[in-house]
């Protein structure tokens, strides 16, 4: 490449662009994963209005419904970074891959957590999650009794199914595992890395992935136990 080229696309021979170099992939895992924290956080604060009833919950979700710049901007939003967060992560493993041809005899975890460790199958598994869950509540294929526009309703109907419910609990927990290791691995990626603080935003992840899990896991339990109905 010329030095007119690199100094126009900021690429040179020696030095890949930011899409091809793994921290540029990492940066993008960063980003799209605080963009999708913050949609699962805001949507968890939505869904918690289930404990108003079904006026509240269900005006909400007419709202929703109604403001389609809204609706259609976070869709788009959330699809993008879908997209790019399971694009550069498959990447990232191929790379990795790549740099170690040949498998570990035994495979150690020295140096990397549980939650670390998952993130290579709770990321699959939050997929299909996502997929069985928008058949679910959002165009009702996956629902016994779907009733368009009335989300209450539907919310309650759904988790009076045990499967169901255990189906939700089960890809919150993963969640919670996901996000655990996603947000401080996160910190790491932008460049907050300090010995005296690392430990910090390990707790600050700990925190913040509990109170995700809990949120969302108590309304399947809210509904089998029958303190919604
Ligand atoms: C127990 C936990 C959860 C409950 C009770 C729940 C409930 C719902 C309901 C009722 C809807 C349909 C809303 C409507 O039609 O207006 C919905 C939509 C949706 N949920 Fe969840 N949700 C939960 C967890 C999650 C999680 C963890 C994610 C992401 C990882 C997620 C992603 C979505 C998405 C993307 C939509 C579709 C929004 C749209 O485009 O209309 N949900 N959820």
Redesign the pocket.
């Known amino acids: 490449m010329s030095a007119a080229a690199t100094a126009l696309t900021g690429k040179s021979a020696d030095r890949p662009g930011f899409w091809a170099n793994p921290i540029g992939k990492k940066a993008v895992m960063a980003v799209t994963g605080f963009v999708?924290f913050g949609?699962?956080i805001g949507?968890?604060v939505g869904?918690l209005q289930?404990y108003l009833g079904p006026e509240k919950l269900d005006a909400y979700?007419e709202f929703?419904?109604k403001t389609k710049g809204l609706?259609w901007g976070?869709?788009i939003t959330?699809l993008t970074c879908v997209i790019l967060h399971v694009t550069a992560a498959f990447q990232l493993a191929g790379l990795q891959n790549k740099a170690r041809p040949q498998k570990y005899v035994k495979k150690t975890s020295a140096g990397s957590s549980y939650a670390s460790r998952t993130m290579y199958w709770s990321g699959p598994i939050?997929l299909a999650?996502?997929i069985y869950?928008?058949m679910h509540?959002?165009t009702g294929q996956a629902h016994p009794d779907f009733q368009p526009g009335m989300?209450y309703r539907?919310?309650v109907t759904g988790?009076q199914s045990v499967p169901a419910s255990l189906a939700?609990i089960v890809?919150?927990l993963m969640?919670g595992t996901h996000l655990y290791h996603g947000i401080w691995s996160m910190f790491q990626s932008v460049g907050i890395n300090h010995p005296k603080y690392t430990p910090l935003f390990k707790k600050l992840a700990a925190v913040m992935a509990a109170v995700l899990v809990g949120g969302?896991?108590s309304?399947?339990v809210a509904v089998m136990t029958g303190l919604i109905r």
């Open positions: 999708l949609f699962v949507h968890m869904n289930v979700a929703l419904q609706l976070a869709r959330l939050l999650f996502i869950h928008l509540f959002t989300v539907n919310v988790f939700y890809a919150m969640l969302n896991v309304i399947p």
